[in-house]
C-alpha cells in the first residue's frame, strides 16, 4: 500500500491511497487526520493498515477516482474530490491549489552516515583524516539527530542551502519509518541535505552541518513493506537540475550498504526513547562533486521505482 498527504483548498491537510494507476483515493477521517494517526490507530488496535483504511473508506464514504469541481466565486466552500492523480498533485505548495504534503508528519528523524564505502571513501579525502573509514568498519554505526518537523519540507517544497555555508550538497537516502517496538512499518525517500563545508572543517560541528530550516525532504510517498521485495536491492537516482539542465546524475544500489536497518534500529533505540511514527534515512552512495555545490534556484530529483520521486528546489536561507 502507498500512502500520500496531500492538501485541498479550503479543506487542508487530507489522506490518500495511490492505486497502482497513481489515481488518490481520499480516506480522511476525523478520527485519523493524517498518516501518522492512521498508522498509531491501527497500532493501537492491532488491526491491520488495509482493514482500518477500508473501514475509514466506508465510514466517509468517499467517492474514487477523485478529482475536483471548480471552486465557486466566493472561493468559500470545500472542494469536492473527483479524478485526483498523484501527478496532479506533485506541484508547486500553494494553498489555493491541490498539492502534496511530506508523506508522514514524523515526530523525530535521525539520520545514519558512512554507510556506504563511497561515502566513507569521499569524506575522508576531503577531510584527510580517517575517521569516516574507522566508522565504516567499526562495530557502531554513526547515527545523528537530523530534524523536526519544522525542518522538513516535501515534495516541491524549498530545501535550504545555510547562510554560513559555501557547500552545501544533496545526500540522496533511503528512509524508513519506525513503529512502536523498532519494527520498519514503512518507507520514504530522504533528501539529507548537509552543509559539507561546516562538517569538514571539524567533524565537532556535525550538528549544525546537520541541522537547519529545510534541512530534510520527504517524499512522496509513505510505502508500506509489502510494497518493497527488497530493501537492499533498489536502485535509487537522483538529479541536480540548473536552468533546467542536469548537472549532475548519480545513481547507487541500496545493496551497498554496509549495515542492516536493523543493526541501525537497535544502535538507536539503546538507552534512548525513540517514538512512534520516527523516520531513519539510511546514509547515502551518491556523492556529488566539490565543485558542483547546490545553489540557489536548482532542483534535486531522487527517485526509486515504485517510490516517485522526490523533487524539491533550493533557496539560499
Not at 66 to 93: C, F, H, I, W, Y
Not at 139 to 152: G, H, L, N, Q, V
Not at 266 to 284: A, C, H, Q, Y
Request: hydrophobic residues 35%.
Amino acid at each position: 500500500m502507498k500512502l500520500i498527504q496531500f492538501h485541498l483548498p479550503n479543506l487542508g491537510k487530507r489522506v490518500g491511497i495511490v492505486t497502482r494507476d497513481e489515481e488518490v483515493i481520499d480516506v480522511t477521517s476525523e478520527e485519523s487526520p493524517g498518516v501518522l494517526e492512521v498508522l498509531e490507530l491501527a497500532d493501537r488496535e492491532q488491526i491491520s493498515l488495509g482493514v482500518i483504511l477500508a473501514d475509514i473508506q466506508e465510514k466517509v464514504a468517499t467517492p474514487a477516482p477523485m478529482q475536483l469541481r471548480s471552486l465557486p466565486e466566493s472561493g468559500n466552500e470545500p472542494t469536492e474530490p473527483e479524478g485526483l492523480t498523484l501527478n496532479k498533485l506533485d506541484v508547486a505548495p500553494d494553498e489555493n491549489v491541490p498539492h502534496l504534503l511530506s508523506p508522514i508528519d514524523s515526530p523525530e528523524v535521525w539520520g545514519c552516515g558512512v554507510t556506504y564505502k563511497r561515502s566513507a571513501d569521499m569524506r575522508d579525502d576531503d577531510s584527510e583524516q580517517d575517521i569516516y573509514s574507522r566508522v565504516y568498519f567499526a562495530d557502531r554505526p554513526e547515527i545523528f539527530f537530523k530534524a523536526t518537523p519544522s525542518r522538513c519540507v516535501g515534495p516541491n517544497g524549498f530545501i535550504g542551502i545555510r547562510s554560513d555555508s559555501t557547500l552545501t550538497a544533496t545526500e540522496p537516502e533511503l528512509a524508513y519509518v519506525l513503529g512502536n517496538n523498532g519494527e520498519i512499518i514503512g518507507y520514504t525517500l530522504c533528501n539529507d541535505v548537509s552543509a559539507w563545508d561546516i562538517e569538514r572543517d571539524n567533524p565537532l560541528y556535525l550538528p549544525q552541518s546537520k541541522v537547519f530550516y529545510g534541512c530534510c525532504a520527504l517524499g512522496p510517498m509513505f510505502v508500506t513493506p509489502s510494497e518493497v521485495d527488497d530493501p537492499y536491492n533498489l536502485e535509487m537516482r537522483c538529479t541536480v537540475l540548473r536552468d533546467g539542465d542536469a548537472i549532475y546524475q548519480g545513481e547507487v544500489n541500496t545493496s551497498q550498504i554496509n549495515w542492516k536497518f536493523e543493526e541501525l534500529t537497535e544502535f538507536l533505540m539503546r538507552d534512548n526513547p525513540i517514538p512512534f511514527g520516527t523516520v531513519v534515512s539510511t546514509g547515502t552512495g551518491i556523492i556529488v562533486p566539490n565543485d558542483l555545490p547546490l545553489a540557489p534556484e536548482d532542483t534535486v530529483e531522487i527517485a526509486i521505482d515504485g517510490f516517485g520521486t522526490l523533487s524539491n528546489p533550493v533557496k539560499q536561507l
